[in-house]
């Protein structure tokens, strides 16, 4: 990980992820270091995103970590997957080309999403 | 031995009716908070079942555990469908016990309420993975629905190939829009409705009936 100070400083510490380090992790050892990361304080950005398999994991164990004046959840954003791109069955079978999409991960108290569409994600990320 | 194996293949294929008719379709209602997932679950088990799944409020996360409505007979042209319903907790990922304050609750009413709601968000996501057969995925009408709860439950739940029905809520309110869901989700249809007035109940009923019987 990178030497930078924790986001308990000035800033606001992002960790850009690249989808060679993400693919010779397991799905649990995925989350548990997007979550690792954002209990810190920190915005997690994934160059690919996460399988939906992944992403349900990952609300199932945020809800898990949630506690009152702590953590209360992350805020995640993904390009909306394009409808006209939509594989089916086949293109599935033949590879998950559709979870490369960029993903944005952060506490739910210090990132909030302005804009979202197709092409364009705009998020505030506070200090806490 | 031909007579013998005969015997045992019609044998097999009476269980395997019998079997199939006993396994209910789970059809699970899913969605973000406070879309009107227990207003619509109660109104279709009070049209034919007569009896109500769960207390209804527009309070964010009343519902927090999943409830399930068995041997739902749904009629449609002279044919009858029976589904299981399973009326989930919204599903989203943060919750903050402070947002409960503002319904005048005491903290640790509020601090309670939102545990419970972290528990039932997980089982909701549980049943998806393991235990529904379809999916009916509400939304409110007069809310953006591109958000990313809907963008990534709609991609889990198609990443399963479940059958899905969208259900575009609350028609009968003024700012409400249908369009704006068809143009979020045109790979699925659409159908709009008033859970709380019965409005357009009927294309619902068929709708289920096409998709999920």
Same mark, same amino acid.
């Given at each position: 990980?990178?030497?930078?100070?924790?986001?308990?400083?000035?800033?606001?510490?992002?960790?850009?992820?690249?989808?060679?380090?993400?693919?010779?992790?397991?799905?649990?050892?995925?989350?548990?270091?997007?979550?690792?990361?954002?209990?810190?304080?920190?915005?997690?950005?994934?160059?690919?995103?996460?399988?939906?398999?992944?992403?349900?994991?990952?609300?199932?164990?945020?809800?898990?970590?949630?506690?009152?004046?702590?953590?209360?959840?992350?805020?995640?954003?993904?390009?909306?997957?394009?409808?006209?791109?939509?594989?089916?069955?086949?293109?599935?079978?033949?590879?998950?080309?559709?979870?490369?999409?960029?993903?944005?991960?952060?506490?739910?108290?210090?990132?909030?999403?302005?804009?979202?569409?197709?092409?364009?994600?705009?998020?505030?990320?506070?200090?806490? | 031995?031909?007579?013998?194996?005969?015997?045992?293949?019609?044998?097999?294929?009476?269980?395997?009716?019998?079997?199939?008719?006993?396994?209910?379709?789970?059809?699970?209602?899913?969605?973000?908070?406070?879309?009107?997932?227990?207003?619509?679950?109660?109104?279709?088990?009070?049209?034919?079942?007569?009896?109500?799944?769960?207390?209804?409020?527009?309070?964010?996360?009343?519902?927090?555990?999943?409830?399930?409505?068995?041997?739902?007979? #749904?009629?449609?042209?002279?044919?009858?469908?029976?589904?299981?319903?399973?009326?989930?907790?919204?599903?989203?990922?943060?919750?903050?016990?402070?947002?409960?304050?503002?319904?005048?609750?005491?903290?640790?009413?509020?601090?309670?309420?939102?545990?419970?709601?972290?528990?039932?968000?997980?089982?909701?996501?549980?049943?998806?993975?393991?235990?529904?057969?379809?999916?009916?995925?509400?939304?409110?009408?007069?809310?953006?629905?591109?958000?990313?709860?809907?963008?990534?439950? #709609?991609? #889990?739940?198609?990443?399963?190939?479940?059958?899905?029905?969208?259900?575009?809520?609350?028609?009968?309110?003024?700012?409400?829009?249908?369009?704006?869901?068809?143009?979020?989700?045109?790979?699925?249809?659409?159908?709009?409705?008033?859970?709380?007035?019965?409005?357009?109940?009927?294309?619902?009923?068929?709708?289920?009936?096409?998709?999920?019987?």
């Amino acid at each position: 990980m990178p030497e930078a100070k924790a986001s308990d400083g000035d800033g606001v510490q992002i960790d850009l992820i690249s989808a060679e380090r993400m693919d010779g992790l397991a799905s649990m050892e995925k989350i548990r270091m997007i979550l690792d990361g954002v209990r810190d304080g920190k915005i997690v950005i994934l160059e690919n995103g996460l399988s939906p398999d992944e992403e349900s994991k990952l609300i199932e164990v945020t809800m898990t970590e949630i506690s009152p004046d702590e953590f209360n959840g992350i805020e995640i954003e993904t390009y909306p997957r394009s409808s006209t791109s939509d594989s089916g069955i086949l293109g599935r079978i033949m590879g998950r080309e559709e979870t490369s999409k960029l993903t944005v991960i952060g506490p739910a108290n210090q990132i909030e999403t302005l804009h979202k569409d197709e092409t364009v994600i705009s998020a505030l990320v506070s200090r806490k | 031995m031909g007579l013998l194996s005969g015997l045992r293949d019609s044998l097999q294929r009476v269980t395997d009716s019998l079997f199939s008719e006993d396994e209910q379709k789970r059809i699970g209602i899913y969605g973000p908070p406070n879309a009107g997932k227990t207003t619509l679950a109660n109104r279709i088990a009070r049209d034919w079942t007569g009896d109500a799944i769960g207390p209804e409020s527009h309070i964010p996360h009343e519902t927090r555990r999943a409830r399930r409505k068995e041997n739902v007979e #749904i009629e449609r042209d002279g044919k009858s469908v029976s589904i299981d319903i399973v009326d989930t907790p919204g599903v989203t990922t943060k919750v903050n016990y402070e947002e409960f304050l503002d319904y005048e609750m005491e903290k640790d009413d509020a601090v309670r309420r939102s545990r419970e709601a972290t528990e039932g968000v997980a089982e909701a996501m549980h049943w998806l993975r393991e235990d529904v057969d379809g999916v009916i995925y509400v939304l409110d009408s007069t809310e953006d629905p591109f958000t990313q709860v809907n963008t990534m439950l #709609i991609g #889990i739940i198609e990443s399963r190939d479940l059958p899905v029905l969208i259900f575009a809520n609350k028609i009968d309110l003024e700012d409400a829009s249908t369009q704006r869901i068809r143009n979020a989700f045109p790979q699925h249809e659409t159908v709009p409705l008033s859970a709380l007035e019965g409005d357009n109940m009927d294309e619902v009923y068929d709708k289920i009936a096409e998709y999920f019987g």
